[in-house]
């Protein structure tokens, strides 16, 4: 069966530091995989996603990039954090363009 | 229009009793409705979804009411339990060439009281 893997769970970063956030998925080949943010428990925004190694697609300007390293790898950084940057990061996959997205159990990000 | 309207923001249902959240949309294109189901501290979860060539589909305790003329789906928890206290959202698919870009509502945090 497939799976998600999404870490850390939380972290406490101060303003201006790097951040990495790293999503992995088992038990599929070529998923769609996406980055999504959501505030305050509430509302998810994607931020971004991508249908194949080394293809990324934006969904909002922000201090925020992702990379796909590897088929079934996702990561999320930022060269220096904004206070704005804190939130609940969810990583998801999905098999089709129209197949229900699996999300991971999030990393809650806080910057101080 | 990706936008997707959802109501009420927040919920309060008697154990035993119907919760019943709506949304809207806008998009003609989209073909593919799902809700998805949260508890605190974890990612959201796949509860039941509905392609708009049916009208209702029912899952144990969930329905959802699909309405095409009116773009209005609705999702109804019949016998409400203190373990269905999560927040729900609903979402609209379709209509895209790249990427399966999910069109969330708001979300509705539903509370269940013993």
């Known amino acids: 069966s497939q799976t998600i893997h999404q870490w850390p769970a939380t972290l406490v970063q101060p303003v201006g530091s790097p951040l990495s956030l790293e999503c992995t998925v088992e038990g599929t080949s070529n998923p769609n995989l996406y980055w999504y943010r959501q505030a305050a428990g509430r509302g998810l925004q994607l931020l971004f996603y991508s249908v194949g190694i080394g293809q990324i697609s934006s969904e909002v300007p922000q201090n925020l990039s992702a990379s796909r390293p590897q088929d079934r790898q996702f990561i999320l950084s930022s060269k220096k954090l904004l206070l704005s940057d804190s939130g609940f990061y969810l990583c998801a996959w999905s098999v089709w363009l129209s197949s229900p997205l699996h999300f991971g159990n999030g990393t809650r990000l806080t910057v101080t | ?114």
């Open chain 2, 1 to 114: 229009q990706q936008q997707v309207k959802q109501s009420p923001q927040s919920l309060i249902v008697q154990k035993g009793g119907i919760s019943i959240i709506n949304c809207a949309y806008e998009n003609t294109a989209f073909d593919y409705f799902p809700w998805y189901q949260q508890f605190p501290g974890k990612g959201p979860a796949l509860l039941i979804a509905i392609r708009p060539d049916v009208s209702e589909k029912k899952e144990g305790r969930f329905t959802i009411s699909f309405n095409k003329s009116a773009k209005q789906f609705s999702l109804h928890i019949m016998d409400s339990q203190p373990g269905d206290s999560a927040t729900y959202f609903c979402a609209a698919q379709g209509g895209e060439t790249s990427g399966s870009r999910l069109t969330f509502g708001e979300g509705t945090q539903l509370t269940v009281n013993p």
